[in-house]
């Protein structure tokens, strides 16, 4: 491929946005249209991946509670395995 052909095929190229899915105009690798976008996509995706450890951690927060509930009613004096 030539050169000039290479700047047609980059030019005849459309990307839309991975969040809003508007058209790109820019670089050939930018993925999001602008900072507000990219900044949306990454706070969505980050926010799936911890969901299972907020709700992991809620439930041992619960569990220290009514531990400590126990422990202070002196209905724990000794822990057994």
Known sequence: MNKSNLMNHRTNTT????ECGTIIKGRS?????DDHCRSAYNYRSARKENQELQRVHKQLKRNRKIL??????????????
């Open 29 to 33: 690798d930018k993925r999001f249209c």
């Open 15 to 18: 990307r839309n946005c991975e």
């Open 68 to 81: 400590k509930l126990f422990w202070d009613a002196g209905q724990l004096d000794s822990v057994k395995y």
